[in-house]
């Protein structure tokens, strides 16, 4: 059985950071690609970040400048640097990993780590 762990969310400041991880554990044979999402309360899920196994990313237009998605293949992990906090942040953010197993593609989410910018 495939999974994800995320964690790393909490209570900052306006103007202040977070870094977020995400864990993947199980069987399978590669990652094809990784990304974060976060969800605020009464809306839905909205793009943060991808990154492919290459290295590629990808942003969201909100957060451009100010958080930056990384991996470390060997750990099967990656990582969200959020820099500049707004409240206009504040969500869950869920990873997401699309994993190459035996029967295809399977895409994977985590269970989610709330973040809170407030002063």
């Known amino acids: 059985q495939v999974r994800l762990v995320e964690s790393g969310g909490g209570l900052v400041q306006p103007g202040g950071s977070l870094r977020l991880s995400c864990v993947a554990s199980g069987r399978f044979f590669s990652i094809n690609s990784m990304g974060w999402y976060q969800q605020a309360p009464g809306k839905e899920r909205e793009l943060v970040a991808t990154i492919t196994s290459d290295g590629r990313a990808n942003y969201g237009d909100s957060v451009k400048g100010r958080f930056t998605i990384s991996r470390d293949s060997a750990k099967n992990t990656i990582y969200l640097q959020m820099n500049s906090l707004e409240p206009e942040d504040t969500a869950v953010y869920y990873c997401?990993?699309?994993?190459?197993?035996?029967?295809?593609?399977?895409?994977?989410w985590g269970q989610g780590t709330p973040v809170t910018v407030s002063s």
């Open positions: 997401s990993f699309r994993f190459v197993v035996s029967s295809g593609y399977l895409q994977v």
